[in-house]
Antibody, heavy 118, light 107 residues
């Protein structure tokens, strides 16, 4: 069974750093892209970026380029999303999702709620 | 960046009726289009990919059509569990964007 299990909710202060994770199981982690999607409170889905764990090829939405870093550790089947300096506007639910053969997201993690508040 | 525009923002439909949701791309995305359903407090669920292929386990009442810049998701006979928000998403060269969503609510 394909599963993506994300790390738990985080509460951080502005300016702090953060790295959240997404662990894949039940499939060949290095053979599928993993993407990250943001959902701000009460808002829609935003495509952030995607990584191919097999060779670490990474693509970012222009809206998120330079704002976050996506990485993966294939030895432990885990992808990451990180911030070096959080802002209050980073408060959102973040989902990881597996990229299907055609670029759609076929399996999703349960989401990680990030709250940034002073 | 390709912009996806969904319409309407909200669709009020009675159970058993047909719902038709639209999605327009700012430039051609060929058939690289997916539809997702999201219920409150849940992660999105893939319904349709490749513009018209149902994902595993998705009921036949969900169908997708279109190519290029104009796409449609049709729910042939709405069930109570179908009231949710629906998003389209294009994926082109492994860069994607979502539409803003259509909320399907009970009339």
């Amino acid at each position: 069974e394909v599963q993506l299990v994300q790390s738990g909710a985080e509460v951080k202060k502005p300016g702090e750093s953060l790295k959240i994770s997404c662990k894949g199981s039940g499939y060949s982690f290095t053979s599928y892209w993993i993407g990250w999607v943001r959902q701000m409170p009460g808002k829609g889905l935003e495509w952030m970026g995607i990584i191919y764990p097999g060779d670490s090829d990474t693509r970012y939405s222009p809206s998120f380029q330079g704002q976050v870093t996506i990485s993966a550790d294939k030895s432990i089947s885990t992808a990451y999303l990180q911030w070096s300096s959080l802002k209050a506007s980073d408060t959102a639910m973040y989902y990881c999702a597996r990229g299907g053969a055609m670029g759609h997201f076929d399996y999703w993690g349960q989401g990680t709620l990030v709250t940034v508040s002073s | 960046e390709i912009v996806m525009t969904q319409s309407p923002a909200t669709l009020s439909v009675s159970p058993g009726e047909r719902a038709t949701l639209s999605c327009r791309a700012s430039q051609s995305v060929s058939s690289n289009l997916a539809w997702y359903q999201q219920k409150p407090g849940q992660a999105p669920r893939l319904l349709i990919y490749g513009a018209s292929t149902r994902a595993t386990g998705i009921p036949a009442r969900f169908s997708g059509s279109g190519s290029g810049t104009e796409f449609t998701l049709t729910i042939s006979s709405l069930q109570s569990e179908d009231f949710a928000v629906y998003y389209c998403q294009q994926y082109n060269n492994w860069l994607g964007t979502f539409g803003q969503g259509t909320k399907v609510e009970i009339k």
